[in-house]
């Protein structure tokens, strides 16, 4: 099973950008769905955005006009661009992929990347 490697973090001050990079090679092809997710310290898991087969996005309410999900299909990555950081986004920030055995509908494969850490700073 492929492994995802994620990529991009830092640390920026409030009101910066950072970008975040997500190898997904091996979950191009019959793809059901990628996305980001972040876990601030004590606290759970969270969707950030996803984006489907078809480049259909889904956006966290905390993030919304803030932050970009995008693929880039001939460079098999998955991309964040977060712009307009605040503190509240600090988090370590993971990317999912889901590609299909079958179909969508049945049997599928997820894989999870390593994590990587975006600290924003007043």
């Known amino acids: 099973q492929e492994q995802l490697v994620a990529s991009g973090g830092g640390s920026v001050q409030a009101g910066g950008s950072l970008r975040l990079s997500c190898s997904v090679a091996?979950?191009?092809?019959?793809?059901?769905?990628m996305g980001w997710y972040r876990q601030a310290s004590g606290k759970e898991r969270e969707l950030v955005a996803s984006?489907?087969?078809?480049?259909?996005?889904i956006y966290s309410a905390s993030v919304e006009g803030r932050f970009t999900i995008s693929r880039d299909i001939d460079a098999n990555t998955l991309n964040l661009q977060m712009n307009s950081l605040k503190t509240e986004d600090t988090a370590l920030y993971f990317c999912?992929?889901?590609?299909?055995?079958?179909?969508?509908?049945?049997?599928?494969?997820?894989?999870w990347g390593q994590g990587t850490q975006v600290t924003v700073s007043s």
């Open positions: 091996g979950y191009i092809s019959n793809n059901c769905g």
């Open positions: 999912m992929a889901t590609k299909a055995i079958d179909d969508c509908g049945g049997s599928t494969l997820q894989s």
């Open positions: 984006i489907d087969n078809t480049d259909t996005t």
